[in-house]
C-alpha cells in the first residue's frame, strides 16, 4: 500500500499542468518608457533653451548639438541700440557691468574645474561689449567658451 500511494503521487504530479512561463507584460514597459522620455524632454529643455526673450540668438549654418556639460554657465548677453548700451544676465540675476561677473565664474570654476561659459549673446551686440565679456571670462579662469546660435532653417520659421 505504501508503494501504490508513492506511484499514486507520482502519477498525480505528472498530471498536473505545467507551470506556464511568466508573459512578458507590454504596458507597463510603455508607461515607464513615456514617463522617462517626459523627464528627460523637460530636463533637456531647461538645460538648453534657457531662454530669454530678449535674446535673438545669430543664424549659423553650421553649428553643432549642444554637448551636455554638468558645470555649465549661461551667460546671456542683451543690447540697447538706442543708448548703446549691453546687460549681462546669468540665472536671471543681471550684472551691471561685464567685470562683476568674475566672482561668480570663479565660484563655478572652484566648484568645477571643467566649467563651460555658454554665450548666448542676441545678434546685435555690440562686438566691443562681447569682446569685453570674453576678456572677463579668460580673466576669470574658464578656458571652455561656447556659443548658443540657430540654425539658418529654425530661423526662418519663427519669422
Known amino acids: 500500500m505504501h508503494r501504490q500511494s508513492q506511484r499514486e503521487k507520482r502519477e498525480d504530479e505528472r498530471k498536473r499542468p505545467v507551470e506556464e512561463d511568466p508573459e512578458f507584460q507590454i504596458a507597463p ?4 518608457l513615456l514617463v522617462l522620455l517626459v523627464f528627460f524632454m523637460t530636463i533637456s529643455s531647461t538645460e538648453v533653451l534657457q531662454p530669454n526673450r ?4 545669430p543664424v549659423a549654418t ?3 548639438a549642444p554637448v551636455k556639460n554638468a558645470g555649465q554657465v549661461v551667460v ?11 546687460a549681462i544676465e546669468v540665472d536671471g540675476v543681471p550684472y551691471p557691468q561685464p567685470g562683476s561677473i568674475t566672482p561668480m565664474l ?3 570654476l572652484l566648484a568645477n574645474p571643467l566649467v563651460r561659459v555658454l ?5 546685435s551686440v555690440n562686438y566691443e561689449y562681447l569682446r569685453s565679456v570674453l576678456k572677463v571670462v579668460g ?5 571652455n567658451v561656447t556659443f548658443s546660435v540657430v540654425d539658418k ?3 526662418k520659421k519663427t519669422k
Open 29 to 32: 514597459m510603455i508607461d515607464i
Open 54 to 57: 530678449k535674446v535673438q540668438l
Open 62 to 64: 553650421d553649428g553643432k
Open 76 to 86: 546671456n548677453i542683451t543690447w540697447a541700440a538706442m543708448n548703446n548700451l549691453g
Open 106 to 108: 570663479q565660484k563655478a
Open 119 to 123: 554665450i548666448r549673446a542676441d545678434r
Open 139 to 143: 580673466d576669470s579662469g574658464v578656458s
Open 153 to 155: 532653417e529654425a530661423a
